[in-house]
């Protein structure tokens, strides 16, 4: 039976929409720019050294969890409201891992127990249609002139109703790296 290892999560304002789970070592890796377009079109989308999700609205806060299991969870997360999931493979060269934008708000300290290697990710998502509607009405209050406490307040009031959950478990070891053979 799998079993879920630890939690971690943060509600952020995602500079440029984008959420980002990669290896803390990991950064602007090959392919980025095609998996940020590719994002930008869908949901989120990956260079197999990071994975990019692009949220639904820029004015309200997002919750980003990631849970570490020991192997592939098989619960139905569609009766609670979650769509997905899609899938991706992520290579982990140190095993630690972090979630946040692209900017530094992000939280690190994410270490699977297994360490290095290569992860499977099951993304999951609710909430994007309701923060949307949100983004709308706080759109209409700022467009009559704004009202800057009534935008505070419909900002606090939808803070976290986009919702991003990140299912993580180790597959295989990564393969050599070729400059390794060098050496």
């Known amino acids: 039976m799998p079993t879920r290892h630890s939690c971690h999560g943060l509600t952020l304002s995602p500079e440029y929409r984008m959420v980002v789970l990669r290896d803390v070592y990991c950064d602007a890796a090959v392919g980025s720019t095609a998996a940020i377009i590719e994002a930008y079109k869908g949901v989120a989308a990956s260079t ?7 949220v639904s609205q820029g004015l309200i806060k997002v919750r980003a969890d990631v849970e570490i299991w020991d192997e592939a969870p098989n619960d139905d997360l569609s009766a609670h409201g979650w769509t997905g999931p899609l899938t991706f493979d992520l290579d982990c060269p140190t095993g630690n891992l972090q979630v946040g934008d692209i900017f530094g708000t992000v939280i690190t300290g994410i270490d699977p127990p297994r360490g290095p290697g290569r992860y499977a990710v099951a993304l999951f998502h609710r909430g994007r249609e309701q923060a949307e509607g949100a983004f709308h009405e706080i759109l209409k209050v ?24 990140m299912r993580i478990w180790w597959q295989i070891d990564l393969p050599p790296d070729e400059d390794d053979e060098d050496l």
Do not use: K, N, P, W
Request: charged share 25%.
């Open 48 to 54: 197999g050294y990071e994975i990019y999700i692009v």
């Open 142 to 165: 700022m467009g009559t002139g704004g009202d800057d406490e009534r935008i505070a307040v419909l900002q606090r009031q939808h803070s976290g109703i986009e919702q991003y959950l």
